[in-house]
């Protein structure tokens, strides 16, 4: 251990995890999609660092639009207009569905989604939010009060007034149902919760457009267009966590353009700085923006709209814009898709794939069934069913995320062809250095 980990070992906490015995890597450097440690060695960024850095490692148009902001207008307070500002908030209106036009500016996802709660319990006058078990939406405590994660256990009891329904998770269905057969429970049994809770108390249904590091669970096809018809049936707002997947991530600018459904709000972050600099937004419907016309918006922060990262976001999504990268990502969906279809059929631990865009998963379950190869919430004494697998990543210089039974691939948007190719063949290898060993159970 070289002293820049001893120092951040005794100064600075990691986080998610047990202090003692962390293994950093020493990251010196980066450019595209590859970045390198300290002893020179390279890495396949194929997790985005924290699904963050859409446009990959210093982008150089980010990185200058980082250095003109800061040499003329470095800090600005919240009442303030200047130009970045007014820029990103009408690029977001061109990019979002719909009459989503006006934005609220913060630092990150959690802060996006604690407001738009706020807001939707002020327009509406309602107090309940609906979210589903397999969601993640931030680690504040009024963000893991929205978050069905276990990551939100050791906190509770927070913030009361969240109602929580099961996920439309085809390959394990809640409701044990077959996607092709089902009378999608995963809608109806949502329309009996309201009922049950009493409409004119819920205030809005908040789920991720595509869930995240909690199984990239997609739904079948009618379940956005439902959701919004449940939505607009009982006058509840409703909100898309795009966090995880807005700005290209899934093919599209955000995940519920797949379906053509237009939320009373988008809440965004991670991609919106690219990794560079971190910016959130609550992007609202015109019919929320007239409220506050008439009505005060009760909540901010003093980094509001902070000029570098604002510059930093409005310099990312111009990026995404140009070089058309949701066009690109839908273009090497098929490449993606296809190729973990293949491992599915070569090795019985893999049990489901699924995904959109550059944003795909392999499940790992016991050969046969849909039972996963390691428990739901894993311990490290569980995970370490899968040291081979994780072992064979980190030799081979991959970075990719393994939580659970999950092998979750989401690799900068501008990865090229050959580089997404590289990098599922070094997923193979770890599925084919692990299926030795769970034939041998």
């Not at 659970?404 to 997923?427: E, R």
Request: proline share 6%; charged share 20%.
């Amino acid at each position: 251990m070289s002293w820049i980990s001893e120092k951040t070992s005794e100064f600075v906490y990691y986080t998610w995890t047990r202090q003692k015995g962390v293994v950093p890597i020493e990251i010196a450097g980066g450019e595209g999609v590859w970045f390198w440690d300290t002893a020179g060695k390279r890495y396949l960024d194929f997790a985005s660092q924290v699904f963050n850095a859409n446009l990959g490692h210093q982008h150089p148009r980010v990185v200058e639009a980082i250095k003109r902001q800061a040499e003329s207008l470095a800090v600005a307070g919240p009442k303030m207009a200047y130009e970045a500002k007014a820029l990103l908030g009408e690029t977001l209106a061109r990019v979002t569905p719909g009459d989503l036009r006006k934005s609220f500016f913060c630092l990150g996802g959690a802060e996006a989604n604690e407001n738009a709660v706020k807001m939707a319990r002020t327009v509406t006058g309602r107090q309940k939010i609906i979210t589903r078990y397999r969601s993640y939406h931030g680690a504040t405590l009024g963000a893991l009060a929205l978050t069905g994660d276990p990551r939100r256990h050791p906190f509770e009891p927070l913030a009361p007034g969240i109602v929580r329904v099961h996920d439309p998770y085809c390959w394990r269905c809640p409701f044990g149902q077959k996607v092709e057969t089902c009378h999608r429970e995963c809608v109806s049994s949502i329309e009996e919760i309201i009922e049950l809770e009493g409409p004119e108390s819920i205030a809005a249904i908040l789920l991720e457009g595509i869930s995240g590091a909690n199984g990239v669970v997609v739904g079948p096809d009618d379940y956005w267009p439902r959701i919004r018809k449940l939505c607009d049936k009982y006058g509840i707002l409703l909100i898309s966590d795009e966090v995880f997947t807005g700005l290209g991530r899934t093919g599209k600018w955000f995940a519920v353009d797949h379906w053509n459904v237009v939320p009373d709000m988008i809440t965004m972050a991670k991609g919106l700085g690219a990794g560079h600099l971190p910016l959130g937004a609550v992007v609202t419907s015109d019919a929320i923006a007239r409220y506050y016309d008439e009505n005060p918006l009760v909540g901010g922060l003093t980094s509001y709209a902070p000029p570098i990262c604002v510059a930093a976001a409005l310099e990312a999504v111009r990026a995404c814009e140009d070089e058309r990268l949701p066009e690109k990502v839908a273009a090497l969906e098929p490449l993606l898709m296809g190729r973990l279809r293949e491992m599915r059929a070569r090795y019985p631990l893999i049990g489901d794939v699924r995904g959109r865009g550059l944003l795909g998963i392999i499940e790992l379950s016991v050969p046969g069934t849909n039972q996963p190869l390691v428990p739901f919430n894993a311990s490290a004494k569980d995970m370490e069913r899968l040291a081979p697998l994780v072992k064979t990543f980190s030799e081979r210089g991959l970075y990719i995320t393994v939580r659970w039974n999950y092998v979750i691939v989401a690799p900068p948007l501008i990865i090229t062809q050959s580089d997404l190719m590289k990098g599922l063949d070094m997923i193979e290898e770890g599925i084919a250095a692990l299926a030795p060993q769970e034939v041998a159970l």
